[in-house]
C-alpha cells in the first residue's frame, strides 16, 4: 500500500509540473512537485522488496519521467557569449526588513554589476544609501512603495530609457544599461503578485510580463531579475522560456536553487526567485543568505554577446 501511495504522489507531482489548471490548491501544489515526483522511488524500492514486478516497472515509468523532467536542471549547457562578463544579484528585500549593510557587503564582494530589488521601500532606499550601495552602483532606475510594491534596479553602467509598466499590482520597471563591449542591454526588474493574491490575477500577470520581455530588442541582451512568485514546475512560468529567453541557472546547471522562504525555521523549500537572459549565457548561478530577508538572493556570473 505505502508503495502504491509514493508511486501515485510522484505521478502526481509530474502532473502538477504539466498543469495549466488555475485553481489555487493546485498551483501552490505545483510548488512542491520536485518533491512529489521524488516519491516514487520509495515506490520503486518498495516494490523490489515485495518482487511486485509489475507495478515495480509501473513505478520505474514514473520514476523516470520524474529524472526526465529535473535531471537537466543539473546538466550545465554550453553557452557562445563573446562579450563582456558581468555579475547580476536579485533579491527580494522583505520591505524594511533586509539589512541594508549585508546587501551592500554582497554587492561589494561579488563584484555585482546590476542590482535588482523587490519589496523596495523608501526607508530601505535611504538605508541601502547610508550603506554605500550608491557608491557602488551609481546609476538607478527606482519605483519605491509601501510593504510589497517596490522595485528598483541599481547598475554600475549608465541607465537610459527608464519605464514603469502601468496595470500591475506592484511596480514593474525596465531600463536599458550600456555596457563596454555589449553595447545597450535591455534590464527588467519583475514581481508579479503571487497566486494567494489570486491565481488568475497571477497567471495573467505572468502573461503580461512575458509579452513585454518578447518586445525586447532582438539585437542586444537583455537581463530580467524578478521575484517571480512563480517555480520552474509552473507551466506559467516555464511559458516565458519557450522562446528566446533561458533561465541562467538552467543555462549553469545549478539544479532547484530554493530561495524562499528564508525566516522560518525549516530551510528554504522553492525558488521562485529567477534571473532570466537572451543573447547571453549565465556560467554560474547560486544563492546568498540576506539577513533580515525571507528570500535568499540570487547571483548569477553572466557573459553578454558582443555588441554588433
Do not use: C
Not at 489555487?24 to 515506490?43: E, F, N, T
Not at 554600475?156 to 542591454?185: C, I, K, M, R, W
Amino acid at each position: 500500500m505505502i508503495a502504491w501511495i509514493a508511486t501515485l504522489t510522484g505521478a502526481a507531482g509530474i502532473a502538477l509540473h504539466f498543469s495549466r489548471l488555475g485553481s489555487r490548491v493546485v498551483v501552490l501544489a505545483a510548488s512542491g512537485a520536485p518533491y512529489l515526483m521524488g516519491a516514487a522511488l520509495i515506490g520503486v524500492v518498495g516494490f523490489a522488496a515485495l518482487r511486485s514486478w509489475r507495478s515495480a516497472a509501473v513505478a520505474v515509468v514514473v520514476a523516470v519521467i520524474g529524472a526526465w523532467i529535473v535531471v537537466p536542471l543539473y546538466i550545465e549547457r554550453s553557452g557562445s557569449g563573446d562579450g563582456p562578463e558581468l555579475t547580476v544579484m536579485q533579491s527580494n528585500l522583505l520591505f524594511d526588513g533586509a539589512d541594508p549593510a549585508a546587501v551592500v557587503d554582497e554587492v561589494r564582494a561579488r563584484n555585482i554589476s546590476l542590482l535588482t530589488v523587490n519589496e523596495l521601500t523608501p526607508a530601505a532606499v535611504a538605508g541601502l544609501g547610508r550603506a554605500g550601495l550608491d557608491g557602488l552602483l551609481p546609476f538607478r532606475h527606482l519605483s519605491p512603495g509601501r510593504t510589497g510594491a517596490g522595485t528598483g534596479i541599481w547598475s554600475a553602467y549608465p541607465l537610459s530609457d527608464t519605464v514603469e509598466y502601468d496595470g500591475f499590482v506592484l511596480n514593474q520597471l525596465s531600463a536599458t544599461a550600456t555596457v563596454p563591449g555589449a553595447g545597450p542591454v535591455t534590464v527588467y526588474a519583475f514581481h508579479p503578485v503571487p497566486p494567494v493574491f489570486g491565481t488568475q490575477v497571477w497567471s495573467d500577470e505572468l502573461s503580461r510580463l512575458h509579452a513585454i520581455i518578447d518586445r525586447a530588442p532582438r539585437d542586444r541582451p537583455v537581463i530580467v531579475g524578478a521575484d517571480f512568485n512563480a517555480t520552474y514546475d509552473h507551466a506559467q512560468f516555464r511559458a516565458m522560456l519557450s522562446g528566446r529567453y533561458a533561465d541562467a541557472a538552467e543555462q549553469a546547471g545549478a539544479g532547484y536553487l530554493a530561495t524562499y522562504p528564508t525566516d522560518k525555521r525549516w530551510p528554504p523549500l522553492v525558488g521562485i526567485d529567477h534571473i532570466l537572459l537572451s543573447r547571453g549565457h549565465a556560467a554560474t548561478v547560486e544563492t546568498a543568505r540576506i539577513p533580515g530577508a525571507d528570500h535568499r538572493a540570487l547571483i548569477a556570473r553572466v557573459r553578454l554577446d558582443s555588441e554588433r
